[in-house]
């Protein structure tokens, strides 16, 4: 009898999460997929969390290695290579929902932080060798409005899965990177048409971009934090006055850091009071590191 490996365990999860989602699949299902029962899943995992990042990781090394290789296709045309590249983002990302599970997990400690980063740094992979191909196939005039088709292809992909009844078939796959390819026609030559002057949406001046250096946003890691804190809020346990006072100052906070001229004096403040809590000490002292405070 074959040995269950943590791979083992990792590709029935991709298959559960695929067709059910990351929220809906229980670790007893993934373990019975497995081959195994669900005591023996923890000799390999310490949690779900756990292994979804293994998942992830394993994701990426896969796309990597997809991708790697696509490189080495010297003798493919161009646009040919964009196809299978759209192939290889369709069967190792979108075909997973890897792009959705962070939206599904409860993110509180570092482990669910350090999964958020993993995904952003899949996408972030993928986003960069999208660029590449663009320009190798419509030449560098296409390099400012890259990151804009980016979006719109991406946004079909996901609305594709997303609208698809049942897990789409290799011959669908083919069918919808060969749709994305066409969209991308008609997006390069209209973008780069003397005669129509286009909006760059995620251009280096654009309020949009995100520095290519920086995967984890100073965005993303206030977002990030600001949802923790509401999340423990909710499980401590607090009396309702002295809930709804600590709810009402991060509620204060989340106004007063999206302001465009941020208030200095009254968000640390607000955090000295939100810190007071034992269990909010930790997200608003990483609130304070990032906000430069």
Not at 118 to 140: C, K, T
Not at 148 to 165: G, L
Request: net charge negative; with cysteine.
């Amino acid at each position: 009898m074959k040995k269950i490996t943590s791979e083992d365990i990792i590709y029935a999860a991709l298959s559960l999460f695929s067709e059910k989602g990351y929220d809906a699949t229980s670790v007893d299902e993934i373990a019975r997929k497995s081959g195994m029962v669900k005591a023996s899943f923890y000799k390999y995992f310490q949690s779900k969390e756990e292994l979804l990042l293994g998942t992830i990781v394993l994701i990426e090394k896969l796309l990597d290695a997809d991708i790697k290789e696509l490189y080495l296709k010297h003798q493919l045309p161009s646009r040919e290579k964009l196809r299978q590249l759209y192939l290889i983002a369709l069967g190792r990302i979108y075909k997973n929902k890897v792009h959705l599970l962070v939206y599904s997990v409860p993110l509180i400690g570092s482990k669910e932080e350090k999964i958020a980063q993993a995904i952003d740094r899949v996408e972030h992979y993928l986003s960069n060798v999208m660029v590449d191909f663009l320009i190798d196939a419509y030449g560098q005039s296409i390099r400012d409005y890259a990151h804009d088709i980016n979006f719109v292809i991406k946004s079909i992909i996901i609305n594709s899965f997303r609208m698809s009844d049942s897990e789409l078939s290799s011959t669908e796959h083919q069918t919808l990177a060969e749709f994305i390819v066409s969209i991308t026609d008609i997006l390069a030559q209209g973008m780069l048409s003397p005669d129509v002057q286009h909006q760059i949406m995620w251009g280096r001046d654009s309020v949009f971009y995100e520095d290519s250096d920086q995967i984890w946003t100073k965005g993303k890691q206030i977002s990030y934090a600001l949802q923790r804190i509401d999340t423990v809020l909710k499980q401590t346990k607090l009396n309702e006055a002295t809930r709804n006072e600590y709810v009402q100052i991060l509620s204060r906070l989340q106004r007063e850091i999206s302001e465009e001229n941020v208030e200095i004096a009254h968000v640390k403040a607000l955090l000295l009071f939100l810190g007071q809590l034992p269990e909010l000490l930790e997200d608003c002292t990483k609130l304070k590191a990032v906000l430069e405070i």
